[in-house]
Structure formats: C-alpha cells, structure tokens
C-alpha cells in the first residue's frame, strides 16, 4: 500500500483561489452539505485535512494510504448526500469503521 505523508498531500493543496474552497473553507464543523459540495477533485483532500485534523492532532505527522483514501471517499459521499446536516467529521468517523470492518471481514 502506497503511503504518502499528509504534509505532502497538502502541499498539492486546495488553492485559496478554489470556487469551492472559497465559498466553504475547511473547518472542524464542517456539515456533510459543505463536504458534498466540493468537487470530486478536492474531496480526497479535505479527507486527508480531516485525517489530520481528527485522528493525529497534528496534520504535519498524519499519514493517508492512497487505496484507502480512495475507497473512503465514494462511502463518505454516499452518506453525506444522506444526510447533508449531519456533522461530517462524524459521517467520516463512520465511514472509517464501515471500511475497517469490511477490510476485517476479507482478511
């Protein structure tokens, strides 16, 4: 599995300039509203912020598996679009557990 630093990730960054980013910037409260309503592009990327931000304390020492990232992001849109008032730092909590379970279960 190809790991790459969060800082790195980061660096790629979501430019200020970003339509998106401009009309919601990442915070710790975000709503799944403000998440869905990035693009496909952006997405993996406020999941790597979030990554940091949530389960290190320190997004400078997170690291994000790639294929894991990728499979995070179709679950976590999935049950965003469901309930777009939902926090999405909890959606993304939830989306972990249902990933590392169905990771368990093929093991």
């Known amino acids: ?5 969060l800082s ?7 430019p200020a300039t970003s339509p998106a980013f ?3 910037p990442m915070h710790a409260t975000m ?14 990327k406020v999941v790597c ?7 290190k ?3 400078q020492d997170a690291v994000m598996g790639i294929e894991e990232t990728e499979r995070l992001i179709p679950i976590v ?24 379970d169905d990771t368990r279960r093929h093991v």
């Open 8 to 14: 790195l990730i980061l660096a790629a960054g979501i």
């Open 77 to 100: 849109t999935d049950q965003c679009r469901r309930a777009p008032q939902a926090s999405f730092m909890t959606e993304l909590k939830q989306a972990w557990d249902k990933l590392n």
């Open 57 to 59: 304390g320190r997004p």
């Open 49 to 55: 912020w979030a990554e940091g931000a949530w389960r």
């Open 31 to 44: 709503t799944c509203r403000e998440f869905v309503s990035y693009d496909e592009v952006t997405r993996p």
């Open 1 to 5: 599995m190809m790991r790459l630093p």
């Open 22 to 24: 401009a009309a919601n």
